[in-house]
């Protein structure tokens, strides 16, 4: 496996392309200026000792250098082997509802996005668990496998929007039963589900479904996002809301109810989404008492750095240009050996 540990420094190859269109730009310049004084085979002939390549050879010379010297900074390592490590830890699946009622606005900046910071920070919590991810409307689907690769986690969550799901509701009870059937085959490790809901369930079936993993093993808990008393539900590149058939405003309210029940049936816990940290942190205790088991992952180990090639040619890339001159070198100047050969030639 192949990565880079400081790879910020790779942004330096930015500049390149400047530098080349400036080195360009003042080469034309100076092809210009010999013009005005000249025809310039005949300026060619005036300068014998000015070399017309060599300059252009020492800049792509120092060109490449500086290019390999960002690669450098940025630390290549390459993994020498892959290995299944054991680290103490739990499962952790998110089922996240992204309905349209989920775009209110009573929690900033809405109930989704509200959500989706509080993953994030949960998952920046997580060490040696594995996690993954449901999203789930009128039906429910991965998101992502669980895994214990945070950084795609983070980066499938930045994704997430209503649009990922065209049928609309809120079909608690499959998500869960989806999530039930994510986990992984080995046994002794702690799990548990986390459903992230405003709780406005379409479909029924959700607090059997919560039960039912309970049976199994598996907790479940709820975090409602929301206020009872409810917002409208904007529509996405207007300044209107969402209207029912009699173009009254339709007003969503977070159903604490259904997400305690869906809680109390799970052995879980039920925490309310706030403006604040206070779900997030509560969400986390309860992971932590859950039972820790050894959980199998597969990471690459002993990365080994790679600069000393880079490093290497960069050396050799400046010692050729320093030892290129501009001019043609005088000493070499009265040899001769393709005029000594026609008259050797001609002698024949």
Not at 91 to 120: C, G
Not at 159 to 168: A, D, F, R, V, Y
Not at 230 to 252: K, L, Q, S, Y
Request: aromatic share 8%; glycine share 6%.
């Amino acid at each position: 496996m192949f990565r880079f540990e400081e790879p910020t420094y790779l942004y330096l190859l930015l500049l390149l392309p400047l530098l080349a269109a400036f080195y360009l730009y003042s080469n034309y310049r100076r092809r210009k200026a010999i013009r005005k004084f000249g025809d310039p085979v005949l300026m060619a002939q005036l300068m014998p000792d000015v070399s017309k390549y060599r300059p252009d050879v020492k800049f792509w010379l120092v060109f490449a250098a500086i290019g390999l010297f960002a690669v450098l900074l940025a630390r290549p390592q390459f993994g020498s082997k892959l290995e299944t490590v054991k680290r103490q830890g739990v499962e952790v699946m998110i089922a996240l509802d992204i309905s349209n009622s989920m775009l209110a606005q009573d929690v900033q900046p809405s109930r989704l996005e509200k959500a989706k910071r509080l993953v994030a920070q949960l998952v920046d919590k997580m060490e040696n668990d594995k996690v993954g991810m449901i999203v789930f409307a009128g039906d429910a689907f991965t998101q992502l496998p669980i895994t214990s690769d945070y950084i795609s986690a983070k980066m499938f969550l930045e994704s997430i929007n209503p649009s990922l799901i065209s049928k609309q509701g809120t079909a608690i009870g499959a998500a869960i039963n989806l999530a039930t059937r994510s986990f992984t085959p080995q046994e002794g490790v702690g799990r548990a589900v986390i459903v992230i809901t405003d709780g406005e369930n379409h479909e029924g079936g959700a607090a059997e479904a919560a039960k039912a993993a309970a049976e199994k093993g598996i907790q479940v808990n709820v975090l409602g996002v929301g206020m009872p008393d409810g917002a409208p539900i904007p529509v996405e590149g207007t300044n209107d809301f969402r209207r029912d058939r009699d173009g009254n405003v339709v007003v969503t309210r977070l159903n604490e109810q259904m997400c305690q029940e869906i809680a109390q049936a799970g052995d879980g816990i039920y925490v309310r989404v706030d403006n604040s940290n206070a779900a997030q942190k509560a969400i986390t205790q309860e992971i932590n008492k859950m039972a820790k088991a050894d959980v199998e992952t597969q990471v690459y180990t002993e990365f080994n750095e790679q600069f000393q090639a880079i490093a290497w040619i960069i050396l050799l890339l400046l010692l050729v240009e320093m030892l290129i001159l501009e001019r043609k070198n005088p000493l070499f100047r009265n040899i001769h050996l393709f005029k000594k050969e026609e008259r050797y030639d001609d002698e024949k």
